[in-house]
Each structure stands twice: as structure tokens, then as C-alpha cells.
């Protein structure tokens, strides 16, 4: 189950409450289960939801693998939950619902199929209507985590809520499908189910996440989100991170703290966060189209003057007037590129031209040199005097015309283009060598830790080299952007000060490695916050590799600098540098483009 299984496993473990639902069933109800799929039986009294079914032409397993999930994973026997199949009919799928509901007050009603596109897939619409409440909270998870498995999960029609005191959920018809909703809410029924009995279970359930709420994994303290009105719940708590004191941090290791005080952030949480604080830093006159690869230009650049200047031949040949057609002709003399024509064309006469030459005056087209035939020399033998044209042409053949390329006065870039090897040849051709661009960030990379040294330097037991600023940089420099090499500080307060004092003098954007997780040297984040009045947008990161990344900004002098406190395992400081620097170098730079998130999601 991968994925799913630890996220339960989780879940169980950080929040108490989560105990076998047996104990909540026998105090207040039986657990109802509607399903469609399930073998037809007299004994079994069935009916179905699918057609095929109710007639008995068709057998799915996906029924008892519910009732099975159901009974291990809520702990609940099988005696204690109620079957039935019904056909595809909105009448007949109320019926059993409301008499589940009204009737046998059943706590937890499970539909499955009939949740699709097909004309007589009409679940959805049944519920809705018998529904006193609805719960979109659950349809929401389900499908949320329905679309990490497969995008055909967006077909999906649940309806979720409340009748009375009964729980109605709607599950797909499909065995993987139904399995794996029911998974996705398995966290919160029990807790759902203690809320519609009015068990006084909910009192302590609330107190005990009150109690452990430093486990909980948004740092903060348990605020119902039901509308359940309680006197443990609180809704104007502060669950901003506590800062790490100097006394958690340079005092004994004995007493430093045992849990995070900083929230795991979404990553697209905390992506964006990271894009807000980042700014577009101001355009700079760039005067060398070299110095300008990779910029992002600031302003619209238009061509003074058409391209090419000037009617210009396509092929080496013979300019010629079309008007003459095939015949003998006599060679008037050589026009070639980069030189402006020193004879006129009249009838009867040719002129050699080159590739790129500008067509002299008189011709009004090209013959290629392939459909020519030389007929007379000069008498060195070096010279054409007269060749034979074997071929008909019409006016413009061969010949590219004033501005065929490139108009004047006409737009060649836009605001926001990248300048690439392309663009920057589209500005030497218009004859534009200085542009407006937004400035690059400047970047430093630093390390931290009295583990590494710089490779090739001598080594003693318990060190090893540093990789991370040789790969943290090179990434850098493959955006454009060459970084400022801020070499290793040590894990103690003063060398990381004065550091960071010099880093963040120098630079825009400032990224380091190792230094930000829970161990008794890991002092960056207190140091940054104690020593330069930092604000830690986020401290952690709900993904793995990469976890302790950490995003600050600083301000000084009226700047604000940017801070990547990135982890010290090599593997997830380069993939929280691709994940969170570059989109952040990027929209500094004026980047206009974000490609989204790929989501992956495990086989």
C-alpha cells in the first residue's frame, strides 16, 4: 500500500483518539453497509445497485473485500453489518438508505457503484435527495487522493453527508477504487461517528489532542473545524512556530527541544510562499550582447531599419531582367556580398552575383549557376565573357526582398522574452547592442559543518569532502547566474555570524547546506533569527528527501535578502534547490513562465 499505508500509520500514531471503532457501535448503533456488488442470494434478501446484478447476470468481488476491509480495519464483527443489493433505481436506493437511517438508525451507511457517467449510474442523485446535511469534506478526499493514483478519478460523482445520525458515504463500484476511497477516509470516521451519537467520547477525544497537539502535524493545537461547539475548542490560539531561544540552542544538550516548533508546509504551500517573497529585481542596460545570454529583457525591442537593407540574391548565379527569358547573354562583371554594385543590368547583359550580394540595378531576378552554360572566356582563361541561361524565370525569383525578414519599425522581442543564442542573433541582425534587462540575482553558496572540508585538502577521522557547494553552484550557473563562492563554516555561532554578516552583504539570494535539522549543531535557524532579525517563512517541508528545508528572508539596509537554508544530504539539497531556488532565481530574473508541479505518485 506504500503511500497510503504510512500516511495511516501516521495518523494512528500522533493522534490517540483513533481506537477500534467496536467500542463506539456498541454504545450507540450498528454499522450499515449498502453495497452493490455482492453474489445474489434468497438468504442475503439481495438487491443491486447495478442492473446486471439485480438480475443475477453478473458477480463482482469488490463487495465482500468491503465488507472485509470494513470489519479488520474498524475492528468490527461481522454480524454487525447489514448487506443488501438494489437495482439502479433512484425510488429503490432511497428506500434502503432511508430505512437503514430512520429505521434501524444504522451509525455508518457504505454505498458502492453507481457513481459514474452511464444513464443509470444515479447514486449520487438518490443520496442527495435523503441527505439532511452534506459532508464534501469526504467526497473532497477521496477524490483528491483518488486523482494522485489516476486523473479518471475526476469522473467521479461522490456525495457524502448526514441523515439523522447516520454517516452515508458513497464509494466507487470498482474493487481498487472502493478499497482505496474507504482508505482515504478511514482516518476521520471515527471521530465523525462519535460527533452524530453525541458520545461523550468527544470531550475526551478533544482533550487528548489538546495534550498532544505539539505531535500534531501542524505544530499547533487541535481548533474543531466541524462547527461541533465545545469548550476545548479555541479558534483564536496563536499556532505561529515558537523561536528556538539561545538557551535551547547554546545551552546544555541536555535540555534542547525534543520537538519541532516549525509546522510541516504543503510543498505547493510552501512554493508559493517562497514565489511571494521573492521580487523582480529592477532592469539594468546590458551594453554587450554577450554579457546579455540568459537575461530577461525589460522592454520591447523594435528594428530601425528593415532586414535585409537591401533586395538581396538567394543563390549564386547571374542577376538577370526576367523579361529577357533563356538565351545567350553577355557577363557585365561580378557582384559580391558586402560590396555595393559598381554596373547596371540592360537587356541582353547578366551580372555573377553571390549568395548575399544586393541585387544590382537593372535585374529584377536570379538564375542559379546550375541552369547557366559557359560559352566564352577570357583569353587568360580567368574571366566569364558570355554564358547561355538555360532556364525561364519571373521577377523576385532567387531574391529576398527589402525587409523580407524583418520589417522597419517592427517588433522583434517582447518584454519578458529570455534571451537565447536565437534572440540575441535576431538583435546583431537589426543592429542592437545594448537592451534593457532585468537584473540576475546575485547568488552566494555556503556550507556548513565541521564534517566537511574542501576536497583534496587533508582529512582527519569523522570528515568528509564537501559536495554540496561544487553541485550547488554548478546548478546555479546552469541558470545563468554565476554564484559567489562563500566557502564552509563551522558549526559554532561565531564563525557562522560573521559568514552570514559578509554573505548577506554580497548577495541577493543567499543558499546554504546542512546545519537545519534538530541535531545539537544544527544552529543556522537561531542564528539567523537571534542575529539578524530573520523571518522563517517555513522551517519544514512535508516531502521526503528534503524535509528540514528551510526559507528566510532577511532585511538589511533596505534590502531583503532571501535565505535557502537547504538540507546537508546531498540528494535533498539538490532536489530542494530545483524544487524552491530556481523557481525563486526565476521570477527574479523576470522570468513571465512557471511550469506546474509534477506530482508523483508511487507505482
Not at 437495482?87 to 438508525?105: A, M, R, T, Y
Not at 535585409?308 to 540574391?313: L, V
Not at 570528515?463 to 559567489?484: C, F, H, K, V, W
Request: aromatic content about 4%; hydrophobic content about 35%; proline content about 8%.
Amino acid at each position: 500500500m506504500g503511500l497510503l499505508a504510512s500516511a495511516v500509520t501516521s495518523v494512528r500514531n500522533t493522534v490517540p483518539f483513533l481506537r477500534p471503532l467496536r467500542e463506539l457501535i456498541i454504545g450507540f448503533a450498528i454499522t450499515g453497509w449498502l453495497i452493490s456488488k455482492i453474489p445474489i442470494s434468497e438468504e442475503a434478501k439481495a438487491k443491486s445497485l447495478s442492473d446486471s446484478r439485480h438480475r443475477g447476470e453478473a458477480q463482482d468481488k469488490s463487495g465482500p473485500q468491503l465488507k472485509s476491509l470494513l470489519c479488520r480495519r474498524l475492528s468490527i464483527a461481522e454480524e454487525h453489518v447489514e448487506t443488501a443489493c438494489v437495482p439502479d433505481n433512484v425510488q429503490d436506493i432511497q428506500e434502503i438508505l432511508k430505512k437503514w437511517s430512520d429505521d434501524l438508525k444504522l451509525g455508518l451507511i457504505l454505498t458502492s457503484g453507481g457513481t459514474g457517467f452511464a444513464s443509470r449510474d444515479v447514486t449520487p442523485e438518490a443520496t442527495r435527495e435523503v441527505l439532511t446535511k452534506e459532508a464534501p469534506g469526504l467526497a473532497i478526499a477521496m477524490i483528491t487522493g483518488s486523482l494522485a493514483i489516476t486523473p479518471l478519478a475526476m469522473l467521479s460523482r461522490l456525495v457524502c453527508g448526514i441523515r439523522h445520525s447516520s454517516l452515508i458515504i458513497n464509494l466507487p463500484g470498482s474493487t481498487k477504487g472502493s478499497k482505496e476511497c474507504f482508505e482515504f477516509v478511514l482516518p476521520a470516521l471515527p471521530h465523525a461517528l462519535e460527533l452524530l451519537s453525541g458520545s461523550p467520547q468527544v470531550s475526551l477525544t478533544h482533550s487528548q489532542m489538546q495534550e498532544n497537539s505539539r505531535g500534531n502535524i501542524s505544530g499547533g493545537p487541535h481548533v474543531c473545524p466541524h462547527g461541533h461547539h465545545h469548550h476545548q475548542a479555541t479558534t483564536n490560539q496563536d499556532t505561529s512556530p515558537k523561536k528556538r531561544t539561545k538557551a535551547d540552542f547554546y545551552g546544555s544538550v541536555a535540555s534542547r527541544p525534543r520537538t519541532s516548533p516549525y509546522p510541516l508546509v504543503p510543498v505547493t504551500q510552501a512554493l508559493e510562499t517562497v514565489l511571494q517573497q521573492a521580487p523582480l529585481l529592477p532592469p539594468t542596460s546590458l551594453s554587450s550582447l554577450t554579457e546579455a545570454l540568459g537575461a530577461v529583457i525589460a522592454e520591447d525591442v523594435v528594428a530601425h531599419e528593415p532586414h535585409p537593407p537591401f533586395p538581396a540574391s538567394v543563390k549564386d548565379g547571374y542577376a538577370v531582367i526576367a523579361a529577357d527569358g533563356p538565351g545567350e547573354r553577355t557577363v557585365l562583371g561580378p557582384v559580391t556580398a558586402g560590396e555595393k554594385p559598381s554596373v547596371e543590368v540592360s537587356s541582353g547583359g547578366v551580372c555573377r552575383i553571390t549568395t548575399g550580394a544586393p541585387l544590382p540595378p537593372g535585374a529584377d531576378a536570379v538564375v542559379q549557376v546550375e541552369d547557366t552554360e559557359l560559352l566564352e572566356t577570357s583569353e587568360d582563361g580567368t574571366e566569364e565573357k558570355r554564358v547561355r541561361i538555360l532556364s525561364t524565370v519571373k521577377p523576385g525569383h532567387d531574391v529576398r526582398p527589402v525587409g523580407s525578414d524583418i520589417g522597419s519599425g517592427e517588433k522583434v522581442l517582447a518584454a519578458g522574452d529570455r534571451l537565447g543564442p536565437a534572440e540575441l542573433g535576431i538583435l546583431a541582425a537589426v543592429g542592437i547592442t545594448t537592451v534593457k534587462a532585468h537584473r540576475r540575482p546575485r547568488v552566494g553558496v555556503l556550507s556548513t559543518g565541521n564534517e566537511v572540508v574542501e576536497p583534496g585538502r587533508p582529512r582527519v577521522p569523522g570528515q568528509i569532502y564537501d559536495s554540496n557547494r561544487t553541485t550547488l553552484m554548478g546548478a546555479t550557473r546552469e541558470q545563468g547566474i554565476p554564484p559567489l563562492d562563500l566557502g564552509i563554516a563551522s558549526d559554532d555561532r561565531e564563525s557562522l555570524v560573521s559568514c552570514l554578516e559578509k554573505a548577506l552583504d554580497e548577495v541577493d539570494v543567499l543558499i546554504t547546506s546542512g546545519g537545519v535539522s534538530m541535531g545539537e549543531k544544527d544552529l543556522l535557524k537561531p542564528v539567523l533569527e537571534e542575529h539578524f532579525n530573520a523571518t522563517i517563512h517555513f522551517g519544514r517541508v512535508l516531502m521526503k528527501p528534503g524535509k528540514p528545508t528551510t526559507f528566510a528572508t532577511v532585511n538589511r539596509g533596505g534590502n531583503t535578502n532571501l535565505v535557502f537554508a537547504l538540507p546537508g544530504n546531498p540528494v535533498s539539497s539538490v532536489v530542494s534547490f530545483y524544487l524552491f531556488v530556481v523557481p525563486a532565481l526565476r521570477k527574479m530574473a523576470g522570468w513571465r513562465h512557471r511550469p506546474p508541479l509534477t506530482h508523483l505518485c508511487p507505482g
